[in-house]
């Protein structure tokens, strides 16, 4: 069966999406997204960029009345042409925007990290379980075969049992961009370190039980308000240990390596979201396994699969439960840094759901990438 069969609509049967927030992902990645999908549609904008707003709507067949600044956000909850929304807006304002589409009766999709406190993730979970609609936090590699492959390598024993995790996630990031500004929640543990964390989790099949952490800067004026890089130790139940370096600053690397008391796997670019993913399996004295994932759309998967849950009434895997949990190992990982101490990680419910190739949902990639407008990548490139 493929992933079409296993998610079919019709144009009545749709969801219909308001994308709020008109940054780079959301242009380069999840605009472009829907037209990968069965049973979603965007139909919807909201930016305070009259340009972006103008210019994008034209792009995707946007009608210029369903183009909405954040100031008019409550008219389109309650204008009844939406279902849900995808919310890719700065990490401080998740909270706010989820709560309120909520009381609207509108379901949510919305970016890591979920929020920037545990009292905010608390009050999104509490505010959709109020209202009964679906909460669910894009995880994209929850969908994505490369990643959901070494899940069943690892349970499956081949390379014995898994002893240590060690990830690398680094990127050059400019000193404008959001994500290295304070007010905004951001930072490289949140950005891009919490795809680290996540992979040891959905690896290890279990959560973390104290962390340890160190951040360090060059002395540049983008890394003022935001350190360049973090590493971070997690020690997890079985004295396992997964370790990872996140940063702003060194060259573009995604990759990770689980090593077993039989053998290793390798996978990169392990984070990537439009890329080959190279999966290297060593098991004892035997000859290396290669093995290439081609690139898919891995946003279209994640709107395929949480369309499917509204529409199917399905509470979704990639829940505000996972983001919570998240967010708290970063909050540990934060206090260790401020402290130099190791944390203990209190509190954690095991999710009742853990990935598994059974959700892997596969989209060709786009064929070539949207020209933004008004928005760049991290590193400044647009």
Not at 220 to 228: G, P, Q, T
Not at 244 to 269: D, I, R
Not at 314 to 332: N, T, V
Not at 343 to 372: F, N, Y
Request: proline share 5%; with cysteine.
């Amino acid at each position: 069966m493929t992933t079409q069969d296993r998610y079919p609509a019709t144009d009545a049967q749709k969801i219909r999406y308001a994308v709020v927030g008109l940054g780079w992902f959301a242009q380069a990645a999840a605009l472009p997204a829907f037209a990968n999908t069965e049973n979603s549609q965007v139909v919807a904008l909201v930016s305070d960029n009259p340009t972006k707003r103008s210019e994008v709507a034209k792009k995707y067949g946007i009608a210029e009345s369903q183009t909405y600044t954040y100031a008019q956000y409550d008219d389109l909850l309650n204008s009844g042409t939406i279902d849900a929304v995808y919310i890719a807006l700065p990490n401080q304002l998740h909270c706010d925007y989820t709560v309120r589409a909520a009381q609207a009766g509108v379901h949510i999709l919305c970016e890591k990290p979920m929020a920037v406190t545990v009292a905010e993730c608390e009050q999104m979970i509490a505010a959709a379980q109020e209202h009964n609609v679906k909460l669910a936090i894009a995880y994209r590699l929850h969908f994505d075969a490369a990643n959901l492959q070494a899940v069943e390598i690892v349970k499956s024993g081949q390379i014995g049992e898994p002893r240590f995790f060690h990830a690398i996630f680094a990127q050059q990031t400019e000193g404008a961009n959001s994500r290295m500004k304070a007010e905004t929640g951001s930072g490289t543990i949140e950005d891009i370190g919490i795809y680290c964390i996540n992979a040891a989790r959905y690896l290890f099949q279990s959560e973390p039980i104290s962390v340890f952490a160190t951040s360090a800067s060059k002395p540049e004026e983008r890394f003022r308000e935001v350190a360049e890089m973090t590493s971070a130790i997690m020690q997890f139940p079985g004295d396992r240990l997964a370790s990872f370096t996140c940063s702003f600053g060194a060259a573009k690397l995604a990759t990770y390596q689980v090593m077993g008391t039989g053998g290793n796997l390798h996978v990169e670019p392990a984070f990537a979201s439009q890329a080959d993913i190279k999966h290297v399996l060593a098991i004892d004295d035997q000859p290396k396994q290669e093995r290439i994932f081609p690139a898919c759309d891995q946003l279209a998967a994640v709107f395929t699969y949480f369309s499917d849950c509204v529409l199917h009434d399905k509470q979704p895997a990639i829940s505000g439960r996972e983001g919570l949990i998240d967010l708290k190992i970063i909050c540990a990982i934060k206090e260790s840094i401020a402290t130099a101490k190791f944390v203990s990680i209190d509190g954690i419910e095991s999710p009742q759901h853990r990935p598994t190739a059974a959700q892997i949902i596969e989209r060709p990639p786009l064929q070539q990438q949207p020209q933004l407008v008004n928005a760049a990548d991290p590193a400044g490139k647009s």
